[in-house]
């Protein structure tokens, strides 16, 4: 059974950086798109990034300059680097694959899901 797990969540404040990872049981992520969606309280799930291969990203608006897409594929993990974070970056943070290519913002498009990481953005 594809399990996905995201890791790296936590408490930062403002201005701060955080790296979350997405990794992966009974399944290669390296030949599969990848995206990062988070959702915070009273809110709608919003797509952040994703990546494509050959290393095709793409970015929402509100995280654009801010937020870096990646993977190893040695390691066979996604990377999300979270950096100048803002209060409003907090949400639980999902990953999830997209079978398709190029990946895209549309969260139907997405087959597995993880269980999310808290990103807590506070002073």
């Known amino acids: 059974q594809v399990q996905l797990v995201e890791s790296g969540g936590g408490l930062v404040q403002p201005g701060g950086s955080l790296r979350i990872s997405c990794a992966a049981s009974?399944?290669?992520?390296?030949?599969?798109?990848i995206g990062w969606f988070r959702q915070a309280p009273g809110k709608e799930r919003e797509w952040v990034t994703c990546?494509?291969?050959?290393?095709?990203?793409s970015y929402g608006d509100s995280v654009k300059g801010r937020f870096t897409i990646s993977r190893d594929n040695a390691k066979d993990t996604v990377y999300l680097q979270m950096n100048s974070l803002k209060p409003e970056d907090t949400a639980v943070y999902y990953c999830?694959?997209?079978?398709?290519?190029?990946?895209?913002?549309?969260?139907?498009?997405?087959?597995?899901w993880g269980q999310g990481t808290q990103v807590t953005v506070s002073s």
């Open positions: 999830a694959v997209d079978r398709t290519f190029p990946c895209t913002a549309q969260g139907t498009r997405y087959t597995y």
């Open positions: 009974e399944f290669s992520l390296r030949d599969f798109s």
């Open positions: 990546i494509s291969r050959p290393g095709y990203t």
